[in-house]
């Protein structure tokens, strides 16, 4: 089976998570809104998924690995919604004006979210579409959590190695510079598993466009001033709304993989050499 270490990476990357957001959510656990606790153990439970799975299948325990891919399409559409009830947050806190951080930031988080979302949406779709070709559906799967990393490790750079931000924004834009640097080592990251094996590459190629993609739009974004009255509309819609759009979102994204896939195509095959 390929990645037979994979659950070694998952696992690191749930360990930057841990210390990433330590002082921000974990440090802070009874005092941090709804939004925060509900994107943490979604996030939390897809990584812990992704672990059991990859163990599961190395350990040809085929059974209990489909079984809990079934479980990933109810979890999915939850790890979707924890993303866009942080963008709520986001966008009521600089609707709000709550500080200079924020109203120079805040949309530059909410894009980043957004882009997170696509990123998630485009690579669970194709693991199921390809689902029935290993390399291709194992490889979609782990790029998953790369599209967690940049959040807590820049961080961490941020918080324990400020030395390593070699940009050298300052005040509020600094953190965009941890960003694209985070981003920007996870694209080394899956450019170099792409080139370790380029024929079955394709998911660290789709990983590192959302990744690139994400670290130049964060960085600018706050330099474009039209951007936040989009925001500030963004913030005027009700939650209920957009909470309802990103379980769709998580939901079609599985049903439209699986059936890309050829879910019928076994049935149908029998069918053909019945009759």
């Keep these: 089976m390929p990645y037979r270490y994979g659950h070694y990476y998952v696992g690191f990357v749930l360990l930057v998570i841990l210390g990433g957001f330590w002082a921000s959510y974990w440090s802070l656990f009874g005092k941090v809104p709804l939004a925060f606790h509900l994107h943490a153990i979604s996030s939390s439970a897809w990584l812990l998924l992704l672990i059991v799975q990859s163990v599961a299948i190395h350990r040809r325990s085929n059974a209990f690995h489909r079984q809990m891919g079934r479980a990933s399409f109810a979890l999915f559409p939850f790890l979707i919604l924890g993303f866009v009830m942080i963008i709520d947050v986001s966008a009521n806190r600089y609707a709000s004006a709550e500080s200079p951080f924020i109203l120079h930031n805040g949309p530059s988080f909410g894009i980043g979210m957004l882009i997170a979302i696509a990123a998630y949406l485009t690579l669970f779709y194709l693991a199921l579409k390809n689902r029935r070709k290993v390399k291709l559906h194992a490889g979609y799967m782990l790029a998953t959590p790369l599209i967690l990393f940049e959040s807590p490790f820049s961080r961490v750079l941020d918080q324990y190695l400020p030395w390593t931000n070699f940009i050298g924004s300052e005040g509020p834009h600094a953190v965009q510079d941890v960003i694209a640097i985070s981003d920007g080592l996870a694209v080394i990251f899956a450019l170099t598993l ?73 049935p149908a095959k029998a069918r053909a050499q019945a009759a």
Excluded: C, E
């Design 194 to 266: 792409y080139f370790l094996d380029r024929k079955n590459g394709a998911p660290w190629l789709v990983a590192s466009f959302f990744m690139a993609l994400q670290a130049v739009v964060m960085w600018n974004a706050p330099f474009v001033p039209q951007l936040g009255p989009v925001f500030s509309a963004y913030a005027q819609i009700p939650l209920a709304i957009t909470a309802t759009a990103g379980i769709v979102a998580g939901g079609l994204a599985g049903w439209l993989g699986w059936r890309a896939g050829g879910a019928g195509a076994a």
